[in-house]
Structure formats: C-alpha cells, structure tokens
C-alpha cells in the first residue's frame, strides 16, 4: 500500500500509463477538493493491449475504485484543487510481480 497526494500548485500531477503488479487494486480517495482533472482513464479491455474504447472514472473523497490490477490505466492531469489517495494491492498468495501470462492464466 501507498498514499499519493496532488495539488495543482505541483509540476507533476498525473501518474502515467501503467500496470499495477497485483491482481487487484482498490483505489481509496480520502480527500477531493474543488478538483478538475484527475480522473483515473482504463485503456481497452483489462487483458488487452490498451487499444479500443477509454474509460474515465472520477474519484470522490469516501469512496474506493477497485479494479484489476493489470489493466492499462493512468491518471489524468489535475487542473484544479486537491486530490489524496491510498492505493493498496492485494495479490494472489502474496506474490507481488507476476508476469501477465500468469495473471492472465489465474484470472481464467
């Protein structure tokens, strides 16, 4: 687990595309203020390549967005406010960094 804070007075206020190394990732939002931007955008479908419709999730202080931890994602850039969040991984028998044949295979 880890916490991540933006503040649109910071230079850096996106997450790029990535993968989570886990299987399944809860996105917990515990502060949101006055925010524009920051959305969490999925890339085509969770076993994928990314390409193929996006999808934009928004997140609210209270609530958590849970998602497979391998699908393509990356956070928007925050354009106004505040925004805290604690990401926790949770993985299959405790191992962290599977390659995606495995996840694929375990999914299934």
């Given at each position: 687990?880890?916490?991540?804070?933006?503040?649109s007075?910071?230079?850096?206020?996106?997450?790029?595309?990535?993968?989570?190394?886990s299987?399944?990732?809860?996105?917990?939002?515990?502060?949101?203020?006055n925010v524009?931007?920051?959305?969490?955008?999925?890339?085509?479908?969770?076993?994928?390549?990314?390409?193929g419709?996006?999808?934009?999730?928004?997140?609210?202080?209270?609530?958590?967005?849970?998602?497979?931890?391998?699908?393509?994602?990356q956070?928007?850039?925050?354009?106004?406010?505040?925004?805290?969040?604690?990401?926790?991984?949770?993985?299959?028998?405790?191992?962290?960094?599977d390659?995606?044949?495995?996840?694929?295979?375990?999914?299934?």
């Amino acid at each position: 687990a880890f916490s991540l804070h933006y503040d649109s007075r910071q230079t850096d206020t996106t997450f790029n595309q990535h993968r989570d190394p886990s299987f399944v990732t809860i996105n917990v939002c515990l502060r949101s203020e006055n925010v524009v931007g920051s959305r969490v955008e999925f890339f085509g479908a969770w076993d994928g390549d990314g390409s193929g419709q996006r999808l934009r999730a928004e997140q609210r202080a209270g609530f958590a967005l849970v998602h497979r931890g391998r699908h393509l994602h990356q956070t928007t850039p925050l354009v106004k406010g505040i925004r805290s969040q604690a990401v926790l991984y949770w993985t299959r028998r405790g191992v962290v960094g599977d390659d995606d044949a495995t996840y694929l295979g375990f999914a299934e």
